[in-house]
Nanobody, 127 residues
Framework: QVQLVESGGGLVQAGGSLRLSCAAS????????CGWFRQAPGKEREFVAA????????YYADSVKGRFTISRDNAKNTVYLQMNSLKPEDTAGYYC????????????????????WGQGTQETVSS
């Protein structure tokens, strides 16, 4: 069982930046695909960004493309989400997700693709 713990959320003004971190308990985390999702009050959870374990390709939602960057440090078993030029509509709970790459179905944007989820970290962007 992989445990994921997010951190780094908080309150920031519009136009500001935050970096979220997701630390994994699994020492072979380098073989896991990772994703970030978010959920605003009253809305469904939505895809934000994803990165396969062995590929340089990153995937982003259109709403965050050019502003957010997903990265990972396999030596630290940690995946990051750098968020720049934040907007009030980015306000949400942010969730880290992971999947053993060997089990991947090819839907990196899909919630059901991932087996493990963190508890989430709240981010609020004030206007």
């Amino acid at each position: 069982q992989v445990q994921l713990v997010e951190s780094g959320g908080g309150l920031v003004q519009a136009g500001g930046s935050l970096r979220l971190s997701c630390a994994a308990s699994e020492r072979t985390f380098s073989r896991y695909d990772c994703g970030w999702f978010r959920q605003a009050p009253g809305k469904e959870r939505e895809f934000v960004a994803a990165k396969r374990w062995n590929m340089g390709t990153r995937y982003y939602a259109d709403s965050v493309k050019g502003r957010f960057t997903i990265s990972r440090d396999n030596a630290k078993n940690t995946v990051y989400l750098q968020m720049n030029s934040l907007k009030p509509e980015d306000t949400a709970g942010y969730y880290c997700a992971a999947l053993l790459s060997a089990r991947a179905q090819g839907d990196e944007r899909g919630i059901t693709e991932y087996d493990y989820w963190g508890q989430g970290t709240q981010e609020t962007v004030s206007s």
